[in-house]
């Protein structure tokens, strides 16, 4: 059974740096896509950003230059990097992946961020 379980949340003032961890656990298969999503209330969860088990990249236009994806194929571990902090970054942050046509999700990690 695969579980995702996120770290590293929290709050920072405007313009600090946070680092979430997101680590997989169960039968995962070497192949997939693993990514963050954010949902600020009344919102919906959009992606944040995603990268495959091969370092293949992508974001949202919002957070370029600010934060960086990045992977651990051998702790079955992806982090998400964040500087430059904004007040609109403030989410819920989930970590998600993808093995072919399952998705699975994490329970969430919170992010604050005050101006």
């Known amino acids: 059974q695969v579980q995702l379980v996120e770290s590293g949340g929290g709050e920072v003032q405007a313009g600090g740096s946070l680092r979430l961890s997101c680590a997989a656990s169960g039968s995962i298969f070497r192949l997939n896509v693993m990514g963050w999503y954010r949902q600020a209330p009344g919102q919906q969860r959009e992606l944040v950003a995603l990268?495959?088990?091969?370092?293949?990249?992508n974001y949202r236009d919002s957070v370029k230059g600010r934060f960086t994806i990045s992977r651990d194929n051998t702790k079955n571990t992806v982090y998400l990097q964040m500087n430059s902090l904004k007040p609109e970054d403030t989410a819920v942050y989930y970590c998600?992946?993808?093995?072919?046509?399952?998705?699975?999700w994490g329970q969430g990690t919170q992010v604050t961020v005050s101006s």
């Open positions: 998600n992946l993808r093995i072919i046509d399952t998705i699975y």
């Open positions: 990268i495959t088990s091969g370092g293949s990249t």
